[in-house]
């Protein structure tokens, strides 16, 4: 299968600084990449789909100014958290699907702590 | 957009057993039906998954059925070993592919 490659596996930053995450396929163009946020036992959460050179769609209740989303390449999204505090603390997971494909494939995730 | 639920939250069965897990989704015009496993603290990881022009699908001892007029598809694990053990989440598409929403998720236990 193809493969995602998620950057940092974790980080832990202060309150009130801000947290950049990577997502690269590594071996196919992905032309849409979802990003995903879980707090412990539950499911994944769709925070926003990104499609490449164009603006995220984030869902219901997702910070759009907080979590700030950049799709440049086929290759690359980005996630950044701004101005994170201690409830942003979760474990954050992308995905990527090419534009004909169905089958989405995810990276390994980023644990987040905010102290 | 696509709805998807997932039962049952927990299932406990005993090493041999068959495990079933059952989904409903709510988009008619959904076509894809994937089956993810997560292990503590890892990425979810594609085990099956089925296509609406099939009923069932079979890999070894997981198979994936799927009734397109009642709007459900179900995880089928047989002779389930410790291994198994995980959280198991089934998912579906909205919005022409744009959103891949998944269900709350069913942790399943193996006791030897």
């Known amino acids: 299968g193809a493969v995602v490659s998620q950057h940092p596996s974790w980080v832990i930053c202060k309150s009130g600084t801000s947290v950049k995450i990577e997502c690269r396929s590594l071996?196919?163009?992905?032309?849409?990449m979802f990003w995903y946020r879980q707090f412990p036992k539950q499911s994944l959460m769709l925070m926003a789909t990104?499609?490449?050179?164009?603006?995220?769609?984030?869902e219901q209740g997702v910070e759009k100014d907080k979590f700030l989303i950049n799709h440049a390449s086929l290759t690359l999204s980005t996630l950044t958290v701004t101005s994170a505090h201690p409830e942003d603390s979760s474990f954050y997971i992308c995905?990527?699907?090419?534009?004909?494909?169905?089958?989405?494939?995810f990276g390994q995730g980023t644990r987040l702590t905010v102290v | 957009g696509e709805n998807v639920e997932q039962h049952p939250s927990t299932l406990s069965v005993q090493e041999g057993d068959s495990a079933v897990i059952k989904c409903t989704y709510s988009d008619s015009a959904s076509n894809y039906f994937p089956w993810y496993k997560q292990e503590l603290g890892k990425r979810p990881q594609l085990i099956i998954d089925?296509?609406?022009?099939?009923g069932e699908k079979k890999d070894q001892r997981i198979a994936v059925t799927l009734n397109k007029t009642a709007k459900h598809f179900s995880l089928h694990i047989t002779e389930t070993q410790p291994e198994d053990s995980a959280v198991y989440f089934c998912a579906g598409f909205s919005g022409g592919y744009n959103k891949l929403i998944f269900g709350a998720g069913t942790r399943l236990a193996v006791h030897p």
């Open positions: 995905s990527a699907r090419t534009q004909r494909g169905t089958e989405a494939f």
């Open positions: 089925i296509r609406s022009n099939v």
């Open positions: 990104s499609n490449e050179g164009s603006k995220a769609t984030y």
């Open positions: 071996d196919f163009q992905a032309t849409t």
